[in-house]
């Protein structure tokens, strides 16, 4: 018999890959949500996350972003 | 996240489209105004309505008019227009600029440029009528009482010096009684502090702002210098005019100049200084613009070699004759602790002289409390501030208007650029993206010291730098400076791809080779330059710069950096659109993407965007198949830099600490450092080896003990058997 595990495939760039590494990383071992680390671009993660991740990544981005000031 | 930022941008356009008028002068405002990375568009809904202005009334020939003066005092001018010339000289007159793009400039009317207006000989009645003629929008009431209540005071109150004394004249008694009123005033009155009476009337103060004046011709007290403009020195047009707005009816006054790195700073100092004819006080930021300074001096006028003196740490001349120009830094004036007995001599004179002109060069730097006290320690008649950049990341700029004086004039650096005085720059920045392992240390928690240190060093920035300088040295033989400021980077860099390097420990001697061997040696075209290289070293020859790492933020030093290419070179024809070396500098900001570093980088930008230059954005460097042609391309390489990065010590991964030129008595002082526990039990990796030197091997030397009994100290001479 097969097992099968359900879950979300996530392909991005090489360092949004590891930021969603040191992610899960950062996390209790209960939340971490990285199911297997495929190669450099993919990963495959919990279903339920994806929102979860993509609020983190747009956190990041801010920070890294300078908006002038009106 | 530059395509998202983009589509925000288009819709905000349409909504801003609805200013009255001619569609086309909008569609290329904002074209021009959305290419960089700046985006307001979030509250810029709401600010819409609070910008809402087409209910103005068009004038009927409105199409011949240059300017926009809106009732909450933003003025804006068309640069395509017939008028435009004579619209900008008078708006950078009465008004400070906001943003100078290449169609549309944005100015603002505020107390301050209205004083600084008036100071140059405008009147409120001619301010209000030459505003309104050029204006395509009837002037409103609220601009016309603004523009009355900033300058109804001016001019009532008068700042003399006197006899080595300050003064205050005025010819309103009323005036007067007013000011002696005033606590500050009064107790400045004691203590001869002539800053804080100028503070206390500014616009934001009591509101008299005081004018200072300097009779050149009355003064007969103060000697004379021989001194006049050599015929060769040819002024260029924007040169004559900023002269113009200090000199008229043969009066000095007292400000700034702003004009960019390149368009011939020295010269103007040097004009000013002809034009006086007194002792002058020239002051500059470091050893090296000292030098410089008393070079252009010589080089563009008659003075003689025994009128002109330089007083640094190394040099301490002092003139001949009554009167002469003293050249020297901001440091050995502003110098609080003891000095040695050269310096304090020279110091006492420069204290007791009646200085006709005070030169500053880079006048930015003033405002920090110590160079301040230069400007309370020596008296003179007339200031003058040279600077290409009057921007500060704090907010001190303000203080130079009551510390120097208002803004005389400010020179465009586009239309410098249009009529060929200053190099046509491409600027450009150059997304690295980090590697996976460097990525990977940046985001952890521990290393956040060392987040700097690892964006700099990323491989793949490493080799895009690699790529671009043989790109330059090859195949269009330039001449490039690389800037760093993290002394880690710095040093990495430089050993790896073996270019010469100056830093602030670097001799003076060593620097004036290298610099040298970069001027006329045709092997040496790449030089690495750290924080020393931001003032005023002069290298005219470079076209090239490179950016691999700055000081966080930094809009002056980024505007700064510029300056070091900013020289015309080539010929007159090419540099015009169309001609074959249109674009003949190059200005590369190397970034690290999802960094710390995108965003300081953004926020530098702000200011050359401002001033009218547009940023290119390159993602493809260094092409993808030149592999192993440039270093780092093998996964070891690159372990092995991470891991040296990881191990160097906090402190060298740091930003460079410059020691600043002070006294040579200073100097001799020991230096404290900060040293940790575990080095000293050789936790650093150092181990201890002792070693006798070549001399004692030979058994040349004698023992230090002398085994002669009568040679003995008396303290062990009853000790020994006589």
């Known amino acids: 018999m097969v097992n099968a595990i359900k879950g979300?495939?996530?392909?991005?760039?090489?360092?949004?890959?590891?930021?969603?590494?040191?992610?899960?990383?950062?996390?209790?071992?209960?939340?971490?949500?990285?199911?297997?680390?495929?190669?450099?671009?993919?990963?495959f993660v919990q279903p339920s996350m994806g929102e979860m991740i993509r609020s983190k990544i747009a956190e990041f981005r801010d920070q890294n972003t300078y908006e002038k000031p009106a | 996240m530059a395509g998202g930022d983009e589509e925000r941008g288009r819709s905000s356009k349409k909504l801003k489209t609805r200013f009255s008028s001619s569609k086309a002068t909008q569609e290329e405002y904002f074209d021009d105004y959305g290419n960089d990375f700046d985006n307001d568009t979030r509250d810029g809904e709401r600010e819409i309505k609070a910008r809402e202005f087409t209910n103005l009334e068009l004038k009927p020939d409105h199409a011949n008019r240059p300017i926009w003066a809106c009732p909450d005092g933003r003025i804006f001018l068309e640069t395509f227009s017939p008028f435009y010339k004579q619209a900008y000289d008078f708006l950078i007159a009465i008004a400070e600029p906001v943003t100078r793009p290449e169609l549309i400039h944005e100015y603002n009317l505020t107390p301050h440029s209205l004083y600084a207006a008036v100071s140059a000989g405008l009147e409120t009645e001619t301010i209000i009528s030459i505003l309104s003629k050029l204006s395509k929008i009837k002037l409103s009431s609220e601009i016309i009482d603004f523009i009355h209540g900033s300058t109804a005071n001016y001019g009532k109150v008068k700042l003399v010096l006197k006899n080595n004394r300050y003064f205050v004249k005025s010819q309103f008694p009323e005036v007067l009684k007013r000011l002696l009123k005033d606590e500050v005033i009064s107790k400045a009155q004691i203590n001869f502090e002539v800053e804080n009476v100028k503070q206390r009337c500014l616009p934001n103060a009591l509101n008299y702002p005081m004018l200072e004046e300097y009779n050149v011709h009355n003064d007969i007290v103060n000697p004379d210098l021989n001194i006049a403009l050599k015929p060769e020195a040819e002024r260029r047009p924007y040169q004559i005019k900023s002269l113009s707005k200090m000199f008229s009816n043969g009066r000095a006054r007292s400000g700034i100049i702003v004009l960019p790195c390149g368009a011939g700073k020295s010269l103007v100092g040097v004009s000013a200084a002809c034009s006086i004819k007194k002792s002058c006080l020239c002051l500059a930021t470091n050893a090296v613009s000292?030098?410089?300074?008393?070079?252009?001096?010589?080089?563009?006028?008659?003075?003689?070699?025994?009128?002109?003196?330089?007083?640094?740490?190394?040099?301490?001349?002092?003139?001949?004759?009554?009167?002469?120009?003293?050249?020297?830094?901001?440091?050995?004036?502003?110098?609080?602790?003891?000095?040695?007995?050269?310096?304090?001599?020279?110091?006492e004179e420069i204290r007791n002289r009646e200085w006709g002109l005070l030169l500053m060069d880079e006048v930015h730097v003033v405002p920090a409390h110590m160079f301040r006290k230069v400007i309370s320690i020596t008296k003179s008649h007339c200031k003058l501030g040279l600077t290409a950049t009057l921007v500060r990341e704090d907010e001190r700029i303000t203080d130079l208007n009551f510390l120097i004086g208002p803004k005389l004039y400010e020179a465009n650096w586009l239309d410098l650029v249009k009529e060929g005085f200053i190099a046509n720059v491409?600027?450009?920045?150059?997304?690295?993206?980090?590697?996976?392992?460097?990525?990977?240390?940046?985001?952890?928690?521990?290393?956040?010291?060392?987040?700097?240190?690892?964006?700099?060093?990323?491989?793949?920035?490493?080799?895009?730098?690699?790529?671009?300088?043989?790109?330059?040295?090859?195949?269009?033989?330039?001449?490039?400076?690389?800037?760093?400021?993290?002394?880690?980077?710095?040093?990495?860099?430089?050993?790896?791809?073996?270019?010469?390097?100056?830093?602030?420990?670097?001799?003076?001697?060593?620097?004036?080779?290298?610099?040298?061997?970069?001027?006329?040696?045709?092997?040496?075209?790449?030089?690495?330059?750290?924080?020393?290289?931001?003032?005023?070293?002069?290298?005219?020859?470079?076209?090239?710069?490179?950016?691999?790492?700055?000081?966080?933020?930094?809009?002056?030093?980024?505007?700064?950096?510029?300056?070091?290419?900013?020289?015309?070179?080539?010929?007159?024809?090419?540099?015009?659109?169309?001609?074959?070396?249109?674009?003949?500098?190059?200005?590369?900001?190397?970034?690290?993407?999802?960094?710390?570093?995108?965003?300081?980088?953004?926020?530098?930008?702000?200011?050359?965007?401002?001033?009218?230059?547009?940023?290119?954005?390159?993602?493809?460097?260094?092409?993808?198949?030149?592999?192993?042609?440039?270093?780092?391309?093998?996964?070891?390489?690159?372990?092995?830099?991470?891991?040296?990065?990881?191990?160097?010590?906090?402190?060298?991964?740091?930003?460079?600490?410059?020691?600043?030129?002070?006294?040579?008595?200073?100097?001799?002082?020991?230096?404290?450092?900060?040293?940790?526990?575990?080095?000293?039990?050789?936790?650093?990796?150092?181990?201890?080896?002792?070693?006798?030197?070549?001399?004692?091997?030979?058994?040349?030397?004698?023992?230090?003990?002398?085994?002669?009994?009568?040679?003995?100290?008396?303290?062990?001479?009853?000790?020994?058997?006589?």
Request: aromatic letters at 10%; one cysteine or more; a positive charge.
């Open chain 2, 290 to 347: 000292v030098d410089q300074w008393a070079f252009q001096f010589t080089l563009w006028s008659t003075i003689q070699k025994e009128n002109i003196s330089r007083f640094t740490s190394d040099n301490k001349e002092n003139f001949r004759g009554s009167a002469g120009v003293v050249v020297t830094t901001y440091n050995m004036i502003a110098f609080g602790g003891k000095r040695s007995e050269d310096s304090e001599k020279i110091i």
């Open chain 1, 8 to 43: 979300l495939l996530i392909s991005c760039d090489i360092p949004m890959a590891q930021f969603i590494i040191n992610y899960n990383a950062s996390l209790p071992p209960s939340q971490k949500f990285i199911l297997h680390v495929l190669d450099n671009t993919h990963i």
């Open chain 2, 426 to 722: 491409q600027c450009a920045e150059v997304w690295c993206p980090m590697t996976k392992e460097f990525f990977a240390e940046y985001l952890k928690k521990e290393n956040s010291k060392k987040k700097q240190a690892l964006y700099v060093m990323n491989p793949n920035k490493f080799r895009a730098c690699e790529f671009l300088i043989r790109f330059h040295e090859q195949q269009r033989g330039d001449k490039i400076i690389v800037f760093a400021d993290n002394l880690f980077a710095l040093t990495t860099y430089a050993m790896k791809l073996r270019k010469p390097m100056i830093y602030g420990a670097t001799s003076h001697n060593e620097r004036s080779r290298i610099l040298e061997a970069f001027k006329s040696n045709p092997d040496v075209n790449t030089i690495f330059l750290s924080k020393v290289g931001d003032n005023s070293i002069d290298i005219p020859e470079a076209n090239v710069i490179i950016q691999i790492s700055s000081h966080a933020g930094s809009r002056r030093q980024e505007a700064q950096r510029l300056g070091r290419i900013l020289r015309a070179k080539g010929k007159l024809q090419d540099r015009m659109a169309g001609g074959k070396e249109e674009y003949n500098a190059f200005f590369y900001s190397l970034v690290s993407t999802d960094t710390q570093e995108m965003y300081y980088s953004t926020k530098r930008q702000q200011f050359l965007v401002d001033q009218g230059y547009s940023f290119k954005v390159i993602t493809s460097l260094p092409p993808p198949d030149s592999g192993a042609d440039l270093s780092y391309h093998s996964l070891d390489e690159q372990i092995e830099l991470l891991s040296k990065v990881l191990n160097a010590g906090d402190d060298m991964v740091g930003l460079e600490q410059l020691q600043e030129d002070s006294d040579d008595i200073t100097l001799i002082k020991s230096k404290r450092s900060a040293g940790s526990m575990s080095a000293f039990s050789g936790a650093n990796g150092m181990v201890y080896m002792e070693y006798t030197t070549g001399k004692n091997k030979q058994g040349h030397g004698s023992k230090s003990k002398p085994k002669d009994p009568s040679k003995r100290h008396t303290l062990f001479k009853k000790r020994f058997a006589p």
